[in-house]
């Protein structure tokens, strides 16, 4: 449901109510890009981290690294889910070409929601196959 002011020519139209309209979307519009720039910084950094624990050879891979991958794949789900709801707040209801323009992994949409919240980091997405044989993008 849209809230729409009436029109200027209308005997109900309240100029500081249209005003106060206009700056809580714009304080929106400017909240969903501070929030897409957390969420930017924390998918870089879990880039980063999975590919730290790529390479890192298995059989002397430290729990330090699987710590810091859990840690941040924690964050990247809870900025995610951050920037879901402004959207939503926004009316932004489809997310899909979202999605894929900030080229979110598979298992971040899936765990998204708060970081306290979120469940370990299955292994099987420490490689980045998920455990349905899709890769993870």
Do not use: Y
């Not at 859990?70 to 951050?82: G, Q, V, Y």
């Not at 932004?92 to 971040?108: G, I, Q, T, W």
């Amino acid at each position: 449901m849209t809230l729409r002011a009436p029109s200027k020519g209308s005997a109900a139209f309240d100029p500081i109510g249209e005003a106060l309209r206009h700056e809580t979307a714009g304080e929106m519009a400017a909240t969903l890009g501070r929030l897409t720039a957390v969420l930017t910084g924390t998918l870089a950094s879990l880039e980063r981290a999975r590919a730290a624990a790529e390479t890192a050879d298995p059989p002397g891979r430290s729990a330090a690294l699987d710590a810091r991958l859990a840690r941040r794949h924690a964050a990247a789900c809870e900025a995610l889910w951050n920037v879901m709801i402004q959207r939503e707040l926004c009316g932004l209801r489809r997310h899909d070409a979202f999605l894929r323009e900030m080229k979110v992994p598979r298992s971040v949409e899936l765990f998204m929601g708060p970081a306290q919240t979120a469940p370990a980091l299955p292994a099987t997405t420490r490689t980045g196959v998920p455990s349905d044989g899709a890769t993870d993008p």
